[in-house]
């Protein structure tokens, strides 16, 4: 009974409305005491009301809660934000601010560029591979040899796997595509984002990626479709590498220290992938 007459009395001094409830500011209240006490970040609950000037807080003003920290935030990027900054401002994680706005560029975010800001208890940005994609890879049954992921692009704006395929025959690699997987940018034959499965991979064949035949006996290649020196992945290919990714790791017991980019492993060789694919944004994404 006692339940009830609060759960009453909670409803209707709180007039909930749909997906959010109202506080009314009392004597001596902060912004900030309000918002720990719904376990909300003081940037949320400011922005959330339109408050400018949070040390302007009058008493009996009605602010509204957002219900169970799921609301998603509209926010528009201000001068001298950073990604990171906005993300411990608003007690979430940088990752989770990627993946909610599927940015691809993190470092070039934009002022007024409008963004959301997911909820603690927001559902996470899944990333789930098409289920062809997922029933041929676990058709495929995996060696032991594979000790991390290497990461390239193909420095070509434009291509397709079965080009690359040609290209390095050509080159005299019998086996033909020298990676192990590649991902489309859309650019021709396959959509953005499309995992071409080479044969060495359904062969569990060494690549042909790496300049040290060490390395390519134990490097599982992923090639990206693009010239990341010129611009950044899209970010669908950026979702497929991280599905692709986290598949491999579970697979092949690989933790995300072993994932890597070409030009980590030959510093001296090469740019590949790309000054503008940034393996530090990429990492969060498939860390456990
Ligand atoms: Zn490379």
Not at 238 to 256: D, F, N, P, V, Y
Not at 259 to 284: D, E
């Amino acid at each position: 009974m006692r339940i009830l007459f609060w759960l009453f009395c909670a409803l209707t001094c709180s007039g909930i409305l749909l997906g959010e409830s109202i506080h009314v500011v009392a004597k001596n209240e902060t912004l900030g005491g309000i918002a720990r006490k719904y376990g909300l970040s003081t940037a949320t609950l400011q922005t959330f009301n339109g408050i400018s000037n949070p040390d302007l807080l009058f008493l009996g003003k009605k602010l509204k809660i957002p219900s169970g920290a799921l609301a998603q935030i509209p926010y528009v990027v201000r001068k001298g934000d950073s990604l990171g900054a906005i993300a411990s401002r608003f007690g979430t994680k940088t990752s989770d601010l990627i993946k909610a706005n599927g940015i691809s560029r993190p470092d070039l975010i934009k002022v007024g560029q409008k963004i959301t800001i997911p909820g603690k208890n927001a559902p996470k940005a899944t990333t789930i591979l098409p289920a062809s994609v997922t029933k041929a890879l676990n058709s495929i049954k995996t060696t032991s040899k594979w000790k991390r992921i290497v990461i390239h692009h193909s420095a070509t704006p434009v291509d397709d796997a079965m080009n690359m395929h040609r290209v390095h025959k050509a080159r005299g690699m019998k086996n033909g595509l020298a990676y192990h997987f590649v991902i489309s940018n859309g650019s021709r034959k396959a959509s953005d984002g499309e995992i071409f499965i080479g044969t060495r991979w359904k062969g569990q064949l060494q690549g042909g990626h790496m300049k040290q035949a060490s390395l390519n006996q134990t490097s599982i290649g992923i090639c990206l479709i693009g010239n990341f020196e010129l611009r950044a992945p899209t970010s669908k290919q950026l979702q497929s590498l991280e599905g692709l990714c986290k598949h491999l790791m579970k697979a092949c017991r690989i933790t995300h220290r072993d994932v890597t980019t070409h030009k980590i492993l030959h510093r001296n060789h090469t740019k590949c992938p790309g000054k503008y694919f940034s393996l530090s944004s990429f990492l969060p994404r498939i860390k456990s």
